[in-house]
Nanobody, 121 residues
Framework: QVQLVESGGGSVQAGGSLRLSCGYT?????MGWFRQAPGKEREGVAY???????VYADSVKGRFTISQDNAKKTLYLQMSSLKPEDTAMYYC??????????????????WGQGTQVSVSS
C-alpha cells in the first residue's frame, strides 16, 4: 500500500495560483490528482506516468500542470488562473495498474487525506 500525504492547499482569489504537493512512500506507474466538491462526485484532474506522460481533464487544461520529482518522492500540481469552480478537496492517488493509466477514480487504490483549495470570486 502506498502512503500519500498532500499539502499546499489554501484560499486564494480568482486568477491566483497554488501549488499542491504529494509525498509518497513508493512510486507507482500511474499517479494522479483528483478533486471533490461538496455534493459532487470525485473527478479526475490529471495523471502522470513514470515515463512522464500526462493527461488532464478538459476543465483544467492550460491552467494546471502535474509534475514529479522522483528523487524527492513528491508529486506536484501547479494550479494557475484559478476559478471559483476549482474549489474542492484535492486528493493525490496512486494506481496499482502497472500498464495502464486512466483518469478514473475506480482505477486508483491508494489515496491521501486531501487538501482543501478554496477560490473566491
Amino acid at each position: 500500500q502506498v502512503q500519500l500525504v498532500e499539502s499546499g492547499g489554501g484560499s486564494v482569489q480568482a486568477g491566483g495560483s497554488l501549488r499542491l504537493s504529494c509525498g509518497y512512500t513508493s512510486r507507482r506507474y500511474c499517479m494522479g490528482w483528483f478533486r471533490q466538491a461538496p455534493g459532487k462526485e470525485r473527478e479526475g484532474v490529471a495523471y502522470i506516468t513514470t515515463y512522464g506522460t500526462t493527461v488532464y481533464a478538459d476543465s483544467v487544461k492550460g491552467r494546471f500542470t502535474i509534475s514529479q520529482d522522483n528523487a524527492k518522492k513528491t508529486l506536484y500540481l501547479q494550479m494557475s488562473s484559478l476559478k471559483p469552480e476549482d474549489t474542492a478537496m484535492y486528493y493525490c492517488a496512486a494506481s496499482m495498474d502497472t500498464s495502464r493509466c486512466r483518469l478514473l477514480a475506480a482505477d486508483f487504490s491508494s489515496w491521501g487525506q486531501g487538501t482543501q483549495v478554496s477560490v473566491s470570486s
